[in-house]
């Protein structure tokens, strides 16, 4: 398993979550990491990215400012911390890794972690 996700769960609005992916790809600094999310009948969108080496990161406006991405290049791990969880969060969220600039090319794909927010 190049990549696995982990930390996804039910939480009432307002709440927080942290996901993470464990990166067995070597070396993980070769890869811009990025999550992604999927509503149900829709195609995946991107949320976040962060760079190589974490100095340079991006959300999308409908997550700017409540969720954040990271890496910890020492451990092989993203993660993606959530606040201010709206239920229009509900998704599936996965992570990704990839060797490109265009978020339309990712080499690797985490096997998604559900995240559901109650109102």
């Known amino acids: 398993v190049q990549l696995q996700a982990s930390g996804g769960g039910s939480v009432q609005a307002g709440g927080s979550l942290r996901l993470s992916c464990a990166a067995s790809?070597?070396?993980?600094?070769?890869?811009?990491m990025r999550w992604f999310r999927q509503f149900p009948g829709e195609e995946r969108r991107m949320v976040a990215s962060?760079?190589?080496?974490?100095?340079?990161?991006f959300v999308v406006s409908d997550v700017k400012g409540r969720f954040a991405i990271s890496r910890d290049n020492s451990k092989n791990t993203v993660s993606l911390q959530m606040n201010d969880l709206r239920p229009e969060d509900t998704a599936v969220y996965y992570c990704?890794?990839?060797?490109?600039?265009?978020?339309?090319?990712?080499?690797?794909w985490g096997q998604g972690t559900l995240v559901t927010v109650s109102s």
């Open positions: 990704a890794a990839s060797t490109s600039i265009s978020i339309f090319e990712n080499d690797y």
């Open positions: 962060v760079n190589y080496n974490g100095s340079n990161s």
């Open positions: 790809l070597q070396p993980f600094t070769a890869y811009i």
